[in-house]
């Protein structure tokens, strides 16, 4: 869908008058609203509270370590042994840290450039080049991660199935300077798709021209339900199957299950590269927040506990995103000027202009007081080379809120239509 | 000291059934004691309880912040204005993160290698070798980050007012591959030595070949006294005054003020360096768990409520430190075979044997049940140059382990003294 079609443009000439009118009444009403973060609400956040004291006089683990001092590299034994079970790894294939799984992934890669991962013939920031397939539309910190250390980043086609396998499989094994790839395989970000067992098991059965070939599986939303569950299918499994246990790393995070600002991230991976990572975690830190670790678990207690919780965010989001895709169908409604998806879990609708509007729509959006995420931040560079993405973030804002910007946004998506294409 | 007098082989030789003796008690009593570790002991972690129930349902920082949530790099303002004054910075002076300094430092050394300082023309990483200057003995967590990212280290000996700085100024000023130097400038580890005004000043005024040289001055103990508190130039002013306001980075935490396993940590230097690291930050990370800086607030207030904690610790530790230092007089008295620190602060006594002595010393003691740090430990690459330096860690065990180890310890000292040299 490139271009706009003789029969819209004939009916958003037909309601010009009307939505250069809606437009401005936004403008007069000077609304200041965002929609650009992927932040939970209140509300969310109310949902672990009783976390916040749940730790009195017994701050003892189960093996009685005094989580209150130094010790234990890479987690609990009884939060890796819950853990686990979300990323869907064995409990000896989990490392659990700090308070964010972007930092674990950036050290991930920074201790690949600077050491190299097991398998590999030298650190990656010893070869001349390295270079990253990049599914897009993604998630910008990812492609950020690369930008930093000078990793080119070649972009991979979301497809409705995940990425487009054709051309990862091409790619990596014709390239030996292509040594990973960004995946965000359930409810990704943006588009909400969940990669099918056949795109896993392409992953895991791949030819790579580099022998130490890494997929930077950031399973963020695992367990981030709007209604039944996708299944995934277990890509650590699937390598193992393949011969290959080495070939992924799995990140996850309670960001969006406790709190956002003070959760606990966690890794899984096969027992070598695990082994590999406590290497240079030794060198690092002398350990992680255990009374944090603790809380979680004797919070959740168990992944019942923390299925119940998923179920608990997704009575307060799914009203959100159902109102983002209900306004969406009733204004753009008999014209072919945007696509968004509906997903099924996740953080995001993810919405395609015509060709060439996003940004321009982004602008008209941010004139009249609501912000977008940036256009082009979906891609590496934040160029999107059709321009025409745009993320939105339906969980932070209250209903009123959104369902004013969702109806902006399609008023700006007709006006740029008509006046760019 | 180097060898054995002639009195003192007369004095332990005509002790020696005795000492045999006792040594072969202490063997059949099968002890199992940990001198090894800087960790603080129940009791002191008993002193903040209160902070894990501290945060109730008012979980927002003074500007409004929603601490669960995601959002804020650097730290939480309240937490800058308080935490800056342990490190003697000023409050637009500092980065407050997660649980551990020796991350900071680490993440800093890194980013340095594969990126650069500020000042700097290339990142370390691109030079063909980088050297750092390590006082010793020192802290063994200092010189490991240096091996592992293949930093050569230069031994700078440790004196009773600092490090010999007529030797840092040589070496720094003579070659540009020289690019830092470690320091715990307060209570040192493991020597207790405080440095003098003479030393940061003459630190603040040297000449560098290289025009990024750094000072990782990782002021671990600034508050951490046992006694009359040793007072420490501030070394960013100093810098400053010296038209070198970027020469600096300064770090400490709470690890020995609240929770070592749950702390805070908190790295001061000018704002071009804050500004740079920042940049790092911004891609690395969203952020630090900002409900646990919160926590600290909100359990400490200000700083007297930091300098009454401490006086709380002093209580507990004074009275092991003496027990070292009486015993180690005691059964060591009109002996020249060891020397050993009496420090106003921080978590060790440290003992210099005679030359060639330390590793059989260790050994000797560990034969009989009871484990010191190992010998070599405290100096880059585990090589202690004369074989001398043993670090004791009294915090962790009670006032009996420590009476018994400490007894063993100069038994061990006397016996090997005599068979050594």
Chains 1, 2 share one sequence.
């Not at 930092?103 to 690949?112: E, F, G, S």
């Not at 299925?307 to 008999?334: C, N, T, W, Y």
Request: proline share 5%.
């Amino acid at each position: 869908m490139s271009r706009l079609s003789a029969a819209d443009r004939a009916a958003i000439e037909n309601r010009m008058g009307d939505l250069h009118e809606r437009y401005e009444a936004f403008k007069a009403r000077r609304l200041a609203l965002d929609m650009t973060r992927g932040k939970p609400c209140p509300e969310q956040l109310d949902l672990s509270l009783g976390m916040l004291t749940c730790l009195g006089a017994d701050h003892k683990a189960a093996d009685g370590t005094d989580c209150r001092n130094y010790g234990g590299l890479d987690g609990l034994a009884e939060v890796k042994a819950l853990f686990s079970k979300i990323i869907d790894v064995a409990a000896d294939e989990i490392i659990v840290g700090g308070a964010s799984s972007l930092n674990m992934m950036h050290d991930t890669v920074l201790r690949a450039m600077t050491h190299g991962v097991p398998g590999g013939a030298q650190p990656w920031g010893k070869l001349p080049a390295v270079k990253f397939l990049c599914p897009s539309p993604g998630y910008d910190r990812h492609f950020s991660i690369c930008r930093h250390f000078g990793i080119e980043m070649i972009v991979v086609d979301m497809k409705s199935d995940g990425p487009d396998m054709d051309a990862v499989e091409r790619l990596a094994a014709a390239d030996e300077s292509i040594k990973g790839i960004w995946c965000v395989p359930k409810y990704s970000n943006p588009t909400g798709v969940t990669f099918s067992d056949e795109v896993v098991e392409r992953f895991a059965r791949m030819k790579s021209a580099a022998a130490d070939f890494r997929i930077f599986w950031d399973n963020a939303y695992a367990v981030h339900h709007l209604g039944t569950p996708d299944r995934l299918k277990n890509i650590l499994e699937e390598c193992k199957r393949a011969g290959r246990p080495d070939r992924v790393y799995v990140f996850g995070s309670t960001s969006k299950i406790s709190f956002a600002g003070a959760g606990v991230a966690m890794m899984g991976a096969s027992k070598a590269n695990l082994a590999d990572t406590r290497k240079h975690l030794a060198i690092q830190t002398i350990g992680p927040d255990k009374l944090n670790q603790l809380r979680h678990v004797r919070f959740f207690k168990d992944l019942t506990g923390i299925e119940a919780q998923m179920s608990k965010h997704a009575a307060i989001l799914r009203p959100k995103f159902d109102a983002v895709i209900e306004i969406l169908a009733r204004e753009l409604s008999g014209l072919t000027v945007a696509q968004w998806s509906r997903p099924n879990g996740g953080y995001f609708v993810s919405l395609d202009t015509l060709d060439g509007c996003a940004k321009a729509v982004v602008a008209r959006a941010a004139e009249a007081g609501v912000k977008f995420t940036e256009a082009g931040a979906t891609f590496p560079l934040g160029r999107d080379p059709r321009d025409r993405n745009i993320r939105i973030a339906p969980s932070l804002p209250g209903a009123q809120a959104i369902a004013q910007a969702t109806e902006l946004l399609a008023i700006c998506i007709q006006l740029v239509s008509l006046e760019k294409t």
